[in-house]
């Protein structure tokens, strides 16, 4: 088996200010596969999530390390490749894990959603992110996704350094400017907040009236994600009773053992790849989820069309799809990802779905 590894930048066309900090631009990393003559390819970066965190550099080298050991491995044996992926970080699992889905949906002609069973027509409106800023700032954020597309779903990040006085400021004035929206178009919007663990217990419940006074659907990840477990669920179970709206935990749940401790206390968790090492992990919480009565977003980092069409797979069974990073990029090396208006669907292509970008 041949690969090859090499790094990219993402440069967002409008840098996203979050409780943690700012990003304008990032790089990432595609690994290809090749086997046969047929590619497939995989995607991965670091994240930081206040409690763990992985540089790009590291998972890089990560990689190079494992990478020669895949030599004489057919990748249609799923099970050689456990004892490479396991030791491996989150990011980098995930780059081989897509990697070889990749190569296998494209080996049987068939894209991953058709080969798990799943419904690829399901459409479903993606949320579009507003990061922090002065209020003026946000709204001009606001408006220019309405020019880009008819964004029906809006995520506004909370968790502000400035306090509860600005984070309240801001969700005034987006529900506002929401509900003029609504009488303008005569269309339903929504507005979901997420305040990256930047709220202390009593902080979150002190906002609580104010996020059902401006009709929020649901709170995403209200307090910082600790690395002890007991902590951490003692958190959530604390919250769970005192929020108006589904709690949905992201920083804190990475695997199926995150899941399942803090299942009994939230409504929702959220799916992003580089967390969970990639699609292999994801498709089993999806699975749980479901069998829990947990519903389900998936969302993104700083991620190209690549890593955000491998998380498309999993859109028929997503009720808030956050897959909004490869729309704010000017320098997206891929392409392939279904969109019409602000609803996505799933590749339709074998494998991801997913292509490289002509250069014209």
């Given amino acids: 088996m041949a690969w090859n590894l090499r790094r990219f930048p993402l440069t967002k066309a409008v840098p996203l200010a979050i409780s943690r900090g700012t990003t304008s631009v990032v790089h990432h990393l595609e690994l290809c596969l090749d086997w046969k003559g047929v590619c497939g390819r995989g995607e991965a970066g670091g994240l930081d999530t206040g409690h763990r965190a992985f540089t790009t550099e590291a998972v890089e080298k990560e990689l190079e390390v494992v990478l020669p050991r895949l030599k004489g491995l057919d990748p249609v044996d ?23 889905w990749d190569w296998r949906g494209r080996w049987l002609g068939q894209p991953l959603w058709r080969l798990w069973g ?3 027509a399901h459409r479903v409106a993606t949320s579009v992110t507003l990061g922090l800023g002065q209020v003026e700032q ?27 006085d600005h984070d309240r400021l801001l969700l005034a004035a987006v529900a506002d400017a929401i509900e003029r929206r609504q009488q303008q178009t005569q269309q339903k919007l929504e507005l979901q907040v997420d305040a990256n663990g930047g709220w202390t217990l009593d902080q979150a419940r002190s906002m609580a009236a104010n996020l059902q ?3 929020v659907v649901l709170l995403e990840q209200p307090l910082p994600a600790v690395l002890d477990p007991d902590l951490d669920t003692q958190g959530f179970a604390a919250l769970h009773g005192d929020c108006p709206m589904p709690l949905v935990a ?4 990475w695997d199926l053992e995150d899941l399942l401790r803090l299942a009994p206390h939230v409504d929702g968790v959220n799916l992003k790849l580089l967390k969970t090492g990639g699609l292999s992990e994801a498709l089993l919480m999806a699975q749980v989820a ?34 909004d990073s490869h729309l704010n990029l000017v320098d997206d090396p891929f392409q392939g990802l279904p969109m019409e208006a602000d609803l996505q669907w799933a590749p339709q292509e074998p494998g991801l779905g997913i292509a490289a970008r002509e250069v014209g």
């Fill in 78 to 100: 799923r099970d050689a490749f456990e004892p490479l992926l396991a030791p491996l970080s989150p990011p980098a699992r995930c780059a081989l894990d897509l990697a070889l």
């Fill in 118 to 120: 799943l419904e690829g």
């Fill in 138 to 164: 946000v709204l001009e954020r606001l408006q220019r996704w309405w020019n880009q597309l008819p964004a029906t779903r809006i995520k506004l990040k909370l968790g502000s350094p400035e306090g509860l």
């Fill in 213 to 215: 006074g401006a009709g």
């Fill in 250 to 253: 992201d920083e804190s749940c």
């Fill in 290 to 323: 479901r069998r829990l009565g947990l519903d389900l977003m998936v969302g993104c980092y700083s991620d190209s069309t690549l890593l955000n069409g491998a998380a498309a797979q999993l859109l028929p069974w997503i009720r808030w799809p956050d897959l």
